[in-house]
């Protein structure tokens, strides 16, 4: 097995592995299961690669800008014009828990956040289940917040059938001209993509099958989940805790003591017989 670098940490439960980039928002870089790589992506952003955790917001938010108590806080630009996808994206954070199989990261450090923050990271890998959990926590006063996944799953993984993906929704938000939610919901149709969208998954369940290979099937403690599979090579399945734009919706509310968290498990099934 090749040596990584100090800031790249090798999880690894029987023939299940993880490489989580500490320097890198704490994402995953590589998540194999009895050999199969799942992740990838569609360039060298950070937002375009690996598997990585969004807080203290997840998704684009409306003017680039953040509403709480009467107060608008200006947020600095990260993607294609958009703040998007929260703090940690490209930070490094401090590793408080770490074994074999387990992984832990702080993150506190939050300039071009309104409000002082932590955000914390952890990583657990079982032989047939990765279970990962996001929290956010205020260290003064409270604020909104929305935590979430995003990971680029390959479209192939080798059997030349792309995955399919599906979310146990009951409803989708109507996108704008501007990728925000307009404030309609309407049915969920899994025939009208591609999609860039919102959807309520009040289980918190969703799967991804790759027909022959693999399936992972994913469950949530967040009643969201984006989907982006608009691009060739990748398909995004993110689950979330709100909606894009929902720091001012009244998804969540970090505080002292009290941190927004979502726990969410996605696990393995070989399908080669």
Not at 175 to 186: A, K, M, Q, V, Y
């Amino acid at each position: 097995m090749p040596s990584l670098p100090d800031h790249q940490i090798r999880l690894v439960a029987g023939d299940h592995e993880v490489v989580v980039d500490i320097h890198a928002g704490a994402r995953a870089t590589s998540w194999t299961f009895r050999g199969l790589e799942v992740l990838g992506g569609a360039g060298h952003s950070p937002v375009e690669y690996g598997m990585y955790p969004m807080a203290p917001w997840a998704g684009r938010l409306r003017g680039n800008r953040v509403a709480w108590n009467d107060q608008r806080y200006d947020l600095p630009l990260s993607y294609e014009g958009w703040a998007l996808h929260g703090t940690c994206l490209d930070r490094a954070g401090r590793v408080v828990a770490r074994d074999a199989s387990s992984l832990a990261v702080r993150f506190e450090d939050h300039p071009s956040w309104p409000w002082p923050a932590a955000v914390e990271v952890a990583w657990r890998l079982e032989p047939h289940a990765l279970v990962t959990s996001l929290s956010v926590e205020a260290l003064d006063d409270p604020f909104p917040a929305v935590v979430g996944w995003h990971p680029w799953f390959r479209r192939e993984l080798g059997t030349g059938e792309p995955v399919r993906w599906a979310v146990d929704a009951t409803e989708q938000l109507v996108r704008g001209d501007d990728h925000l939610p307009t404030g309609e919901r309407i049915p969920y149709d899994a025939s009208a993509g591609p999609f860039d969208d919102a959807f309520v998954v009040p289980s918190g369940r969703a799967s991804l099958t790759w027909p022959g290979a693999l399936a992972i099937d994913v469950v949530s403690e967040g009643s969201w989940y984006v989907v982006f599979d608009g691009r060739p090579e990748a398909v995004c399945l993110e689950p979330q805790s709100g909606p894009p734009d929902g720091l001012d919706g009244n998804h969540g509310v970090a505080a002292p003591a009290t941190p927004l968290t979502m726990r969410t498990t996605w696990a393995m099934r070989d399908l080669r017989g």
